[in-house]
Every structure is written in C-alpha cells, then in structure tokens.
C-alpha cells in the first residue's frame, strides 16, 4: 500500500523526536546570516553571491541524503508528487523542525505551430512540478535586509534551492530549482521573518547534463511591513 500524505508527516515527526543532535534553528539562522553577508563582502555582485550559496547547499544536500535515507528507511518515490511529499514532510521536518505546504502542478506541453490561437489550453505533463512554502523560514527568522540587497537580486535563502537539487541528484532525480518567490518584512520589533515559494521542476532521471535552467519567472523580491 502506498504511503499517504499524512503518514509521511507521522515519519518526519518521528525522525525529529529521535534526532540525538537537533538543529539549533536560532544559531544556524544567525550563522547562516553571518555566511552570506561574508559572501557579500567577497564578492561585491548579488548574483555571484546566488550562485555560491546553490552551491554551498549543492554539496550539503549530496551528503544530507545518505543520513535521511538511512534513518527514514524510505523507498524510490512512484512519482514526482510523491518526492514533493517526502521533501516537505519529512526532509524539511526531520532536519529543520518545520513543515513546508506543498503545492503539486503541471508543466505545459509547447504548443504546436499549427495549433490554431482559438484552440483548448495547450495540455500540460501532470505532477511534474511542485511548489515548497515556507511561512516559517528559519535562515530568515532574524534578518534585516537592506534595501539594496532586496532591489539588487539577493536571493538570501538559495542555499535551499542546491540543498535540494543536490539531495535529489543523488537518488538520481534531475530537477531544475528556483525561488519562484521571496517576500521579507520587518515588524515593530525589528525581528525579521520570510516567506519562501520554492518551485521544483522534474528533469529525468538519466539526463547528465549540469545545468538547471529554471522554467518560472523569478520576479522581484519584495518587502512589506
């Protein structure tokens, strides 16, 4: 019988319990706070500063995934929505202590040539997508972002985008990765708190090549108070 959604919730709840080391959410957000403004200062280009943190999160994810699987004694997932439901409720629990919604959806097919523009809606490849939100983001939980680091492209937590891109290389599941969404605001008390869409696309499982082009339009980040 296939795993349901909520009994993966009861694993990754498990798995946290029974965690002898648990991630301290407050250091590591204070730590990983301190690493990216480093990267800041080394690089002086936003940009560069996005691809460093995807491959810092690369490598941590590609030897994350020998521990989770190791402790959860879960299979090969059926299918892309199922991986989407593994990642949230447990891999985010089991090593973070939070618990992302998961959104599953389609990738449109192109459009033929011919296709006349009075035609249905182009069709779209079922569960090949899934979209990650974090309402609690620890990597944010404490950060004030400056307003030129929010108009220049800064993408504080992209570290999440290589964590997962690399977890799930080596299982063999190529994707492309991207924070669709970042939406930062302060409050009275100065304590920072983001929001992360992270938007998952399925690759293959045999294609080799490197790149991870992402298929959604990345917008701006925005703040609100």
Known sequence: MATTSKQYKVIGEELWKGRAEK???????????ALVVQLIQDYEDYEEVNKQLEKMGYNIGTRLIEDFLARSNIGRCV??????????????KSFLNITPSVTHGGLPIAASP?????????????????????D?????????????AL???????????????GALEMVRILTALCLSKFTYHSSDSNAGH??????CVARGRND???????????????RRR
């Open 151 to 165: 108009e220049g492209g800064l993408w504080f937590s992209n570290i999440l985008c290589g964590v997962l891109r």
């Open 79 to 92: 299918d892309f929505r199922e991986t989407g439901e593994v990642v949230a409720k447990v891999g985010f």
């Open 194 to 199: 983001g929001y992360v869409y992270l938007r």
């Open 114 to 134: 011919t296709r006349s523009s009075t035609a249905s809606p182009a069709p779209t490849i079922p569960g090949a997508t899934f979209t990650l939100t974090l």
């Open 208 to 222: 080799r090549d490197q790149s991870h082009p992402c298929q959604v339009s990345r917008g701006r980040s925005s």
């Open 23 to 33: 991630t301290n959410a407050e250091l590591f957000a204070l730590t990983y706070g």
């Open 136 to 148: 609690e983001n620890p990597l944010a939980e404490f950060v004030e972002l400056p307003e030129e």
